[in-house]
Structures are given as structure tokens and as C-alpha cells.
């Protein structure tokens, strides 16, 4: 069964730092493109980051550009969000998901884990 | 940046046909996916590249796309189809949500 586990959510204070993981199973997880997607409390879906099976390429919404890192570890089938500088407007659920290799949807989700940031 | 709209929310009689629309400049030209986010629960993908429906998703959900407007329709409406609804493409290297779309069931 192909599944997607995050963790390493938590309360933390302005400015500062969190890593998320979310760990693959039941697909070859090098083979596909991952992403982070948030959701605000009581909003709507935003984009986080994203990044290639083999993890030589990156790309960021630009609310989190120069604050936020993605990463993987193919070895250990997991991906990571290293989140640096955090503000109360990153206060989210955080959902990892991994990207259909033929399109550019998210196939498969995984549950979340809440990050809040606390003034 | 591209922006996505879509109506706040839609309302459908039980049986009847919801249609969500999907905003975009010229969006006819990309790919266009759809997903089900029902409360407490992260989003399925329902409808993928416009019109088709991945393995599992009822075949009362169809999509479609052209010029400025895509959309997604439910037909038949069941209690079990209210949720939010998300369109979402992929434009000049970042991944795009709609604004989303609650669906009433009545």
C-alpha cells in the first residue's frame, strides 16, 4: 500500500525553526517528485515546495523562499522540510505529497502534521 | 503569479448535477487537476489532466477545459459528495491552487 507518514510538527515561537519528515512506503520513492502543501486553519490549499526524484532540483513558493529548505534522503525513503525564520503566517497543517511522474498532480497524500507558530 | 478562482460555493439538490468552475488566463492550455477535501481529512485527487479519473474516483465525476475556464461536474449528487473542491495547475515553475469551492449538498 503506498503510504505517506509525516512528523516533526509542533508549536514553536516566531523566528524560529522546525524540520518536517515524511516517510514513503509502498512505491520506489526514488523514482518521483515530492512536494509540501499547507493549509492555514480554515483555508484553502498553498503550494510549499517541491523537489525532483533525485533531489538536484528545488523549487519554493515564494513565501517561503530564503526561509524554507526541501530535502530528501533516498536512502531512508524520506523527505524532509527545513523550516527556518518561522512566522505566525506559517501556522498550518503540513502535508507531504508525492507528484504523479507522467502529470503534474498530486497523486498521493499524506495526513498532515500541524505546525504552529506562536507570537 | 497565475491565479486560480473559483466560486466560494456551490449548492446541489440530492440526484441533481453540481458544476465548479476553475478561472484562469487562458487555462485551456495547461493541465488542469481536481481534488476532494472533505472536513479533517487531507485532499484526494479526483479528476487529473482535465478529464480523467484516476482508479477508485466514481465515474459521476467528470471534468473539463477550455479557453478561460475549466470545470469539474458531479452528477447525481450524493450527501457523500459535499466537501471542498480544489482546481490546480502547474504554471512558470510552481504549483497552483484555486481559491476552493464548498459543495452543499441539499
Known amino acids: 500500500e503506498v503510504q505517506l507518514l509525516e512528523s516533526g510538527g509542533g508549536l514553536v515561537q516566531s523566528g524560529g525553526s522546525l524540520r518536517l519528515s515524511c516517510a514513503a512506503s509502498g512505491f520506489t520513492f526514488n523514482n518521483y517528485a515530492m512536494s509540501w502543501v499547507r493549509q492555514a486553519p480554515g483555508k484553502g490549499l498553498e503550494w510549499v515546495s517541491a523537489?525532483?526524484?533525485?533531489?538536484?532540483?528545488?523549487y519554493y513558493a515564494d513565501s517561503v523562499k530564503g526561509r524554507f529548505t526541501i530535502s530528501r534522503d533516498n536512502s531512508k525513503n524520506t523527505l524532509y522540510l527545513q523550516m527556518n525564520s518561522l512566522r505566525a503566517g506559517d501556522t498550518a497543517i503540513y502535508y507531504c505529497a508525492k507528484i504523479h511522474s507522467d502529470y503534474s498532480a498530486f497523486d498521493i497524500w499524506g495526513l498532515g502534521t500541524m505546525v504552529t507558530v506562536s507570537s | 503569479s497565475y491565479d486560480l478562482t473559483q466560486p466560494l460555493s456551490v449548492s446541489v439538490a440530492l440526484g441533481q448535477t453540481a458544476s465548479i468552475t476553475c478561472g484562469g488566463n487562458?487555462?485551456?492550455?495547461?493541465?488542469v487537476h481536481w481534488y476532494q477535501q472533505k472536513p479533517g481529512q487531507a485532499p484526494v485527487l479526483v479528476i487529473y489532466?482535465?478529464?480523467n479519473r484516476p482508479s477508485g474516483i466514481p465515474e459521476r465525476f467528470s471534468g473539463s477545459n477550455s479557453g478561460n475556464t475549466a470545470t469539474l461536474t458531479i452528477s447525481r449528487a450524493q450527501a457523500g459528495d459535499e466537501a471542498d473542491y480544489y482546481c490546480q495547475v502547474w504554471d512558470s515553475s510552481s504549483y497552483v491552487f484555486g481559491t476552493g469551492t464548498k459543495v452543499t449538498v441539499l
Open positions: 487562458n487555462i485551456g492550455s495547461k493541465n
Open positions: 489532466r482535465d478529464s
Open positions: 523537489i525532483s526524484g533525485s533531489g538536484g532540483s528545488t
